[in-house]
Nanobody, 118 residues
Framework: QVQLVESGGGLVQAGGSLRLSCAAS????????MAWFRQAPGKEREFVAR????????YYTGSVKGRFTISRDSAKNTVFLQMNSLKPEDTGVYYC???????????WGQGTQVTVSS
C-alpha cells in the first residue's frame, strides 16, 4: 500500500506563491506518473498537472500553464507543485495522486488547503 502525504498549503494573497509537496511512502515505491488535482468549494475535483515518474513529460490544465510547475525528486519519492501568480480561483483543496502502473490513479493523499485572497 502507498501512502501519500501533502504539505505546503496555506493562505496567500493574490499574486503570491506557494510550493506544495507530496511525499510517498509504503511498499517499495514505484510509479508510472503522479499528478495534482484540486477541488474548489461546491465544484468537482479537477486535474491540475501530471508528471511522468521518469521526468520525461509534464502536462498542465490550461488555466495554470505558465504559472504552475510540477516536478519530482525520485530519490525522495516526492512530487512538488510550484504555484506562482496565484489567483482567487486557484483556491481549493489540492490532492496528490499516484498512477502506479499507467492504468489510472489508484492512490490519493488526503489533501492540503490552498486559499488565495483577493
Amino acid at each position: 500500500q502507498v501512502q501519500l502525504v501533502e504539505s505546503g498549503g496555506g493562505l496567500v494573497q493574490a499574486g503570491g506563491s506557494l510550493r506544495l509537496s507530496c511525499a510517498a511512502s509504503g511498499r517499495p515505491f514505484r510509479s508510472y506518473a503522479m499528478a495534482w488535482f484540486r477541488q474548489a468549494p461546491g465544484k468537482e475535483r479537477e486535474f491540475v498537472a501530471r508528471i511522468a515518474w521518469s521526468g520525461s513529460s509534464t502536462y498542465y490544465t490550461g488555466s495554470v500553464k505558465g504559472r504552475f510547475t510540477i516536478s519530482r525528486d525520485s530519490a525522495k519519492n516526492t512530487v512538488f507543485l510550484q504555484m506562482n501568480s496565484l489567483k482567487p480561483e486557484d483556491t481549493g483543496v489540492y490532492y496528490c495522486a499516484d498512477d502506479s502502473v499507467g492504468m489510472g490513479y489508484d492512490f490519493w493523499g488526503q489533501g492540503t488547503q490552498v486559499t488565495v485572497s483577493s
